[in-house]
Nanobody, 124 residues
């Protein structure tokens, strides 16, 4: 069982930056990919970005491309999301997730493990 713990959320003004972290409880060598999703009340959980854990390939939602950067530290079993040029519409609870199979990189249903979420609020 993998436990994921997010940190780094908070309140920021539009145009500002935040960096989210996700620490995994054990070695993540079995993880095919790790990613970030976000959710606002009343809406489906939305794909933000994912990274292939070994290869390092990255994938982004169009809404964050050019503003967010996903990265990982394999030695520390930690996933990051650098968020720049934040907009009020980026306000959501952000979740870290891990998957052990290649299928459905952008589908929340294909991820096996989830963190508890961290709130990001962007004021206008």
């Amino acid at each position: 069982q993998v436990q994921l713990v997010e940190s780094g959320g908070g309140l920021v003004q539009a145009g500002g930056s935040l960096r989210l972290s996700c620490a995994a409880s054990r070695r993540t060598f079995r993880n095919y990919a790790m990613g970030w999703f976000r959710q606002v009340p009343g809406k489906e959980r939305e794909f933000v970005a994912t990274i292939l854990w070994s290869a390092g390939n990255t994938y982004y939602a169009d809404s964050v491309k050019g503003r967010f950067t996903i990265s990982r530290d394999i030695a520390d079993n930690t996933l990051y999301l650098q968020m720049n040029s934040l907009k009020p519409e980026d306000t959501a609870v952000y979740y870290c997730a891990a998957k052990i199979s290649p299928a459905g990189l952008e589908s929340s249903h294909e991820y096996n493990y989830w963190g508890q979420g961290t709130q990001v609020t962007v004021s206008s």
